[in-house]
């Protein structure tokens, strides 16, 4: 690690050092209260507080800094790349959620390990900055804590923030404290934008974005067991599958109401965002013969949803698909989720006009035809029935999903360019 700096804070920054410090005694019992509702992971409560629960490695060491599933998983190419170049070299991974901390575990490779990522109190961030030493820290997406970043940047770490994104939300909030924010994107010394109005945001703010990357495009296939997919293929006995993926509270509904408008009935396969809402989502569609998997229903010839509740097999049942339906993306500001899940696959996606976070993703998927982007329900309806009604339009559909997906690599090769120069000497 570099020397330690000391880094200006703008009045609006030392005041929220200030308070939250003050407010610090309040974070433990609130930890506890989140892991009695499930929110938190009660035996690593206090990595949360800063204090580590592995020794850090000799040599240099790269943290990378993710909030969920989704921006953590996006790291595992970045990771596998900067590995391959330097294979010693030592990588902490940090996010917030225990679900992400259950899938890193299954995925993180060997030299790379996992904490949950301090809450952001000054004594907090100390210990974990103390302890870590961090040489590197890449912040992914948009997560700006702002004394995890300043004192890491007091600390001697080098700092970018890679595969950034910024709403229109996140930017007025922002705006509003205009020196906080220029003090906030001045402490990277590398900014790549995932996405074009993101990087219009960022520069608006006072960042200097220097590239593109968007993690999120790349990657390997979401991995399945085969054994379990040629047992899935049999069960389904021919029918045409639609995969609902990352659906959300009131998607499921209108999708599968699209579903059974059609002749013959594709199986749906439901994969929700979060599967504790199993017991919702049952109840909201009791009125076609359903099966869930965390019951251990199967799928027979009279089951005409089926409610894959759990964690890590999405890869398996987009391997069955003959086309997915993008959740997060039908009215309910969530955004969209990541098409390139299904892509990798073979599998075309189609969604909503809800894409806001994967906007540049879908459109350039649109324009491939790899991608559908409908209006409604009926739109959804429309949609599938022109791609299930028509084998030979579903697989140019299909291999253009393919294709799109193969070519994002050359993206990693250039943010690698970019990165390379931070990272500490061997």
């Given at each position: ?29 609130l930890l506890r209260a989140r892991a009695r509702q499930g929110k938190e992971d009660p035996a690593r409560l206090g ?380």
């Amino acid at each position: 690690m570099a020397a330690a700096r000391r880094v200006r804070r703008p009045w609006s920054l030392a005041a929220y050092r200030a308070a939250v410090g003050l407010a610090s005694p309040l974070a433990a019992p609130l930890l506890r209260a989140r892991a009695r509702q499930g929110k938190e992971d009660p035996a690593r409560l206090g990595e949360r507080l800063g204090h580590a629960s592995a020794p850090r490695p000799d040599g240099p060491l790269v943290w990378m800094h993710a909030v969920s599933v989704g921006e953590s998983l996006s790291l595992l190419p970045l990771i596998a790349a900067l590995r391959a170049e330097r294979p010693g070299l030592n990588v902490l991974v940090t996010s917030g959620t225990t679900a992400s901390a259950d899938l890193l575990a299954q995925r993180l490779p060997a030299g790379a390990a996992h904490q949950y990522a301090p809450i952001d109190t000054p004594d907090a961030v100390a210990r974990f900055l103390g302890h870590w030493r961090p040489d590197l820290g890449l912040f992914i997406e948009s997560e700006l804590w702002p004394n995890l970043v300043l004192a890491a940047r007091e600390a001697g770490a080098r700092l970018a923030l890679v595969s950034a994104r910024m709403t229109e939300r996140s930017a007025g909030r922002w705006a509003a404290r205009p020196a906080a924010a220029r003090a906030m994107l001045a402490s990277f010394e590398l900014i790549l934008a995932q996405d074009t109005k993101s990087e219009q945001r960022l520069e608006r703010l006072g960042g200097h974005v220097a590239g593109r990357l968007n993690l999120k495009l790349l990657g390997d296939p979401l991995p399945f067991d085969a054994t379990a997919l040629a047992a899935l293929k049999t069960s389904l006995g021919g029918r045409q599958v639609v995969v609902a993926a990352s659906t959300h509270a009131s998607e499921e509904p209108p999708i599968v109401a699209a579903t059974a408008a059609l002749s013959p009935r594709p199986l749906t396969i439901i994969v929700p965002r979060h599967p504790e809402r199993a017991g919702e989502i049952a109840r909201d569609l009791a009125g076609h013969r359903l099966a869930v998997r965390s019951a251990g229903g199967a799928i027979g010839p009279q089951v005409d949803v089926y409610l894959a509740d759990t964690l890590g097999e999405l890869g398996l049942f987009l391997s069955a698909a003959d086309v997915a339906v993008m959740g997060g993306g039908f009215g309910h500001r969530v955004g969209g989720h990541n098409p390139l899940e299904a892509a990798r696959l073979g599998v075309g996606v189609v969604t909503g006009p809800d894409i806001a976070n994967h906007a540049d993703a879908f459109r350039e998927m649109a324009a491939a035809g790899a991608a559908l982007i409908v209006p409604d329900a009926a739109g959804l309806t429309q949609a599938l029935e022109g791609l299930l009604g028509d084998p030979e339009r579903l697989s140019r559909f299909n291999r253009a999903a393919l294709a799109f997906a193969g070519r994002q690599g050359d993206q990693l090769a250039a943010a690698l360019d970019l990165i390379r120069p931070l990272l500490p000497a061997a």
